[in-house]
T-cell receptor, first 116, second 113 residues
Framework: EPEVTQTPSHQVTQMGQEVILRCVPISNHLYFYWYRQILGQKVEFLVSFYNNEISEKSEIFDDQFSVERPDGSNFTLKIRSTKLEDSAMYFC??????????????FGPGTRLTVL | GESVGLHLPTLSVQEGDNSIINCAYSNSASDYFIWYKQESGKGPQFIIDIRSNMDKRQGQRVTVLLNKTVKHLSLQIAATQPGDSAVYFCAENGGTSYGKLTFGQGTILTVHP
């Protein structure tokens, strides 16, 4: 069964450093997402991406964040200068079709980011 | 503002019992709702979804009920098993076509053998 994969599973970094979290969405999916989950809290939407551009982003997704689809398979989230409060689980998700309510989002296993 | 919340943060049941997990939402524009299961250290796993033109939808051992009048969503799990122990989140799309999901706080379901 196809699945969303994410690497690394755990990333430890120093405050102020740049990190890149990587995701490989399901191959025939067209919509891609990043969410984050601070320990013990709910999953929060960061950004959605379709047709090689951001379609929506949350207040959390400020100028320190960026997303990219550098090739036909990878989808990355970059945090330019990490802060302590960026420590969280980051989930990538993908969806097959745009514009249809009721289209399931498949989530990856997540990357745990720890900022020291 | 829009929000999705849960009435009960924890639920403990005996194996074989039926479980009901509740969720309240406030965004009347939402037209799609999903229940996800999250096991420790894993990403959310899709359980069942429902569109706003439906009141009830059944899957394998799970049923989702939607009451748009009071903006309430519930997940019923029949014959709960220890493997059902997890955190359950409801999520809604806010009526957007881009698929942004707003998640609730989550309910911890513990099933005792």
């Amino acid at each position: 069964e196809p699945e969303v994969t994410q690497t690394p599973s755990h990333q430890v970094t120093q405050m102020g450093q740049e990190v890149i979290l990587r995701c490989v969405p399901i191959s025939n999916h067209l919509y891609f997402y990043w969410y984050r989950q601070i320990l013990g809290q709910k999953v929060e939407f960061l950004v959605s991406f379709y047709n090689n551009e951001i379609s929506e982003k949350s207040e959390i997704f400020d100028d320190q964040f960026s997303v990219e689809r550098p090739d036909g398979s990878n989808f990355t989230l970059k945090i330019r200068s990490t802060k302590l409060e960026d420590s969280a689980m980051y989930f990538c998700a993908s969806r097959e079709l745009p514009g249809l309510a009721g289209n399931e989002q498949f989530f990856g296993p997540g990357t745990r980011l720890t900022v020291l | 503002g829009e929000s999705v919340g849960l009435h009960l943060p924890t639920l403990s049941v005996q194996e074989g019992d039926n479980s009901i997990i509740n969720c309240a939402y406030s965004n009347s524009a939402s037209d799609y709702f999903i229940w996800y299961k999250q096991e420790s250290g894993k990403g959310p796993q899709f359980i069942i979804d429902i569109r706003s033109n439906m009141d009830k939808r059944q899957g394998q051992r799970v049923t989702v009920l939607l009451n748009k009048t009071v903006k309430h969503l519930s997940l019923q799990i029949a014959a709960t098993q220890p493997g059902d122990s997890a955190v359950y989140f409801c999520a809604e799309n806010g009526g957007t076509s881009y698929g942004k999901l707003t998640f609730g706080q989550g309910t911890i379901l513990t099933v005792h053998p």
